[in-house]
């Protein structure tokens, strides 16, 4: 009889494990190389520390530094592998870690996880609530395509340029993740744009607010910027190589060089009286919360160019890998 209990009370323990849902669905790079080493994995599944929430995800933001990381390429600031990948996530509360108060369960939020974590690439994760922040009234989808890539424009236009009213920023790669979101922050704040892109995202731009759009195939940004008279207090550099190098030239003097990709150049800088640096984003819950409030007020929309099953990840790295997404590539969670 005693026997016959033992089996039943196990058995139910092993259900209520599985109804629990103490493991789950993620995808891992098992090793760095090629999109083939993104593997979709059973794994466990995380648990909300002190000060943390565990997000249910619906959506993970796919960048270029996702690839960059897979790749092996930024070694000194990624986890060794087997990691999963993923730095933009939105999706509802799951618990609270001891200490949150500003959260409660089923509140739907995103956030950015910074490079040295990740981990969205997953049905669950664990994110300091100090770093998130509710998301805006958009979709799941619509959401996760923010946190990394706009918070990388807001801190390179308002933390390292202290962009103001009145003055001209030059965007570099404007049709991308960084460079979208670059634009309408900027208008957001009165000033001038001039982007530069491909023909084929020209129309698109002029509808974020782009004031003049240049056709990097065709024409050098630094003779329109001349033939039109424009004085550029800003460039934002998301290209890097020779677009860099050339940048220095359309500052006014005083002016300031914020690159994502390359550290500056002092002879460069000394050469046209101007000011360069290179950052790197950094989580910030109270940022989120300031661009869910324009997104929410219809200045700011996240654009999506596609939407895959978290099973796709590595097709979804292949179309990044190719430079040419418009906005932003997200895997959906279901």
């Known amino acids: 009889m005693r026997t016959a209990i033992g089996l039943i009370v ?44 565990l997000v249910r995800v619906r959506a993970a933001g796919v960048n270029p530094v996702d690839w960059k990381i897979r790749q092996g390429l930024l070694r000194s600031m990624s986890p060794q592998p087997p990691f999963i990948p993923g730095y933009d996530i939105a999706g509802t509360v799951e618990s609270l870690g001891e ?49 990394l890539a706009g918070l990388t424009a807001w801190q390179a236009l308002f933390t390292q ?12 790669g404007a049709a991308g993740g960084v460079g979208h979101f670059a634009v309408q922050f900027a208008k957001s704040k009165g000033a001038t744009v001039i982007a530069t892109a491909s023909s084929a995202n020209h129309d698109f731009l002029k509808k974020l607010g782009a004031d003049v759009v240049i056709d990097y195939t065709t024409e050098k940004f630094e003779d329109v910027i001349k033939d039109r008279k424009l004085e550029v207090d800003l460039v934002l550099d998301s290209i890097g190589a020779d677009t860099h190098d050339r940048s220095y030239a359309v500052l006014k003097k005083g002016g300031t060089l914020v690159s994502i990709v390359q550290p500056p150049k002092a002879d460069k800088m000394k ?30 929309t996240a654009h999506v160019s ?29």
Do not use: C, W
């Open 10 to 53: 196990a058995t139910v323990s092993l259900i209520s494990s599985i109804t629990l849902g103490q493991t789950m669905k993620a995808v891992r790079a098992t090793a760095y190389g090629g999109p083939e080493v993104l593997k979709v994995e059973e794994i466990d599944r995380p648990k909300a520390g002190p000060g943390e929430l």
């Open 99 to 147: 200490g949150v108060s500003e959260f409660k369960v089923g509140d739907e939020v995103y956030a950015y996880l910074s490079l040295t974590k990740g981990g969205g690439y997953a049905e669950f994760v664990a994110v300091p609530a100090k770093e998130a922040a509710r998301k805006p009234k958009t979709d799941f989808a619509e959401a996760a395509a923010v946190p």
């Open 161 to 172: 340029a202290s962009l103001k009213q009145g003055q001209t920023v030059l965007i570099h």
């Open 271 to 300: 050469e046209y009286a101007v000011n360069a640096k290179v950052f790197l984003v950094m989580p910030n819950g109270p940022q989120l919360a300031e661009i869910a409030r324009l997104i929410d007020a219809g200045t700011v």
């Open 306 to 334: 596609a939407k895959l099953p978290l099973e796709e990840a590595a097709r979804a790295h292949e179309l990044s890998q190719t430079g040419k997404t418009r906005g932003k590539i997200v895997l959906e969670v279901k």
